[in-house]
C-alpha cells in the first residue's frame, strides 16, 4: 500500500450540501474532465451539470457503479452520499439501506480495483454516554439515531478494509456544517444555515433547537479544505484513518443569533424545540480534534464571526438575484 496521485475522481451524493461544493473546488485543483458528479434523484445546479461529467446511479446498485468506475477509470472515490440524522428517524431502514449498503459497495469496489476512498464518518456517531465538552478522538460510541449507529458501523468497517484488505480509505467526524450555496438536506444542524435565510428574507426565526443548545459547527470552506487535505495527506503520517476528530468552533443557537443581531440589529429569534432536540442533546459540544492537527496538520480559517460576516454578505446576493 503505498500513496498514489488522485488522477480521476467519482464525487457520489454530488448534489447535496457537501457533495455540490467539494465537487467545484475538486474540479477547480484537478481538471474539470477528471472529477465525475454522480446523483441519484435531485436536480442538479446548471453549474455542477456543465461544469463537468455527470451520472445518475443508486448508490446501491452496484453493477451499475462497476460500469461507471471502469468507464472513467476512477481510481479516487469521494463517498459523499447518505441519508441524514433527522430524515434518517422517520424512516430508519432507508437510513441503514443506502448507508451501510451504499459504503459497503464502494468498499468493495475499491478493494477489487485498488481505489482510494473518503468516507465521511459525523459528530452523529456519539451518543449520550460520550463526554459532550472536548470530546476525545478515543471515547465511548452508542449513538441513539440510526444515521449514528451507520457512522459507527462504517468507520469500523472502514477500518477493517484498510486492515484486512489494504484499501487506503479515510474519513472524517464532520461536525455540523454551514453553507449559503446549497441548502442541507435534513440533518440535525440545519438550522444554524436556516436562521442566516430567514434573518435576511424575514427578520426573524424559529429554533427548533433551544437557546442554550451548542454544538460543533464548521464553515464549508472549512469542510472542504478539511476532506481534500486528509486525502492529499502522506498514507505514513497517519496512525487514525476513518474516524478523525475536526473542529473549526462551537456555538450556542442564542450565540448564533447573537452573531447574526451584530449584522443584522432588528434580528429576532425565538425557539420551540421539535424532535431534533433530544439528537442534538446527545452530541457533543465541542471535539478534541489533536490527531488531525498532529497527523495531517488540520487549522481552520473561520471562527463565528467571519463565518456571519460571509455568510450574510454572500446570502445578500444570492437572493437578491
Known amino acids: 500500500m503505498s500513496d498514489r496521485k ?13 457533495g455540490s461544493e467539494l465537487t467545484e473546488e475538486l474540479r477547480n485543483r484537478y481538471g474539470s474532465d477528471n472529477v465525475v458528479a454522480m446523483g441519484r434523484r435531485t436536480k442538479p445546479s446548471e453549474e ?16 451499475k457503479l462497476n460500469i461507471i468506475v471502469d468507464e472513467y477509470e476512477v481510481d479516487t472515490i469521494f463517498h459523499m452520499a447518505a ?44 451518543g449520550p454516554e460520550t463526554p459532550r465538552d472536548n470530546t476525545p478522538q478515543e471515547t465511548v460510541l452508542r449513538p441513539r439515531t440510526m444515521y449514528g449507529v451507520t457512522k459507527v458501523a462504517g468507520e469500523l468497517l472502514c477500518d477493517y478494509y484498510f486492515n484486512r484488505f489494504g484499501v487506503d480509505v479515510r474519513g472524517l467526524r464532520y461536525p455540523g456544517i454551514i453553507s449559503y450555496k446549497t441548502l442541507p438536506g435534513g440533518g440535525t444542524t440545519d438550522y444554524a444555515v436556516a436562521i442566516y435565510y430567514e434573518a435576511i428574507k424575514h427578520g426573524r426565526y424559529t429554533c427548533f433547537v433551544g437557546p442554550e443548545t451548542m454544538l460543533p459547527m464548521m464553515y464549508m470552506p472549512d469542510c472542504i479544505k478539511a476532506t481534500i ?4 495527506a502522506p498514507l505514513e503520517n497517519l496512525v487514525h484513518h476513518s474516524d478523525f476528530n475536526v473542529g473549526a468552533m462551537s456555538f450556542s443557537a442564542r450565540e448564533l443569533a447573537a452573531s447574526i443581531k451584530e449584522f443584522i440589529p432588528e434580528f429576532e429569534c425565538s425557539y420551540e424545540p421539535d424532535f431534533r432536540q433530544a439528537i442534538a442533546d446527545s452530541w457533543p459540544k465541542s471535539v478534541d480534534d489533536s490527531a488531525a492537527r498532529n497527523e495531517w496538520g488540520w487549522v481552520p480559517q473561520y471562527d ?18
Not at 487535505?229 to 492529499?232: A, K, L, Q, S
Not at 463565528?304 to 438575484?321: C, G, Q, V
Open 48 to 63: 455542477l451539470l456543465n461544469s463537468g461529467p455527470f451520472v445518475w446511479c443508486d448508490i446501491t446498485d452496484r453493477d
Open 83 to 126: 441519508i441524514l440524522s433527522a430524515v434518517g428517524e422517520k424512516n430508519p431502514q432507508l437510513a441503514y439501506r443506502v448507508n451501510m449498503n451504499g459504503l459497503y459497495n464502494i468498499l468493495e469496489i475499491a478493494r477489487e480495483r485498488e481505489l482510494r476512498i473518503f468516507g465521511p464518518s459525523s459528530i452523529a456517531a456519539f
Open 229 to 232: 487535505d486528509i486525502m492529499e
Open 304 to 321: 463565528l464571526p467571519a463565518m456571519t460576516e460571509d455568510m450574510l454578505y454572500n446570502l445578500r446576493i444570492k437572493l437578491a438575484e
Open 6 to 18: 488522485i488522477e480521476k475522481i467519482l464525487v457520489t451524493g454530488s448534489v447535496g450540501q457537501i
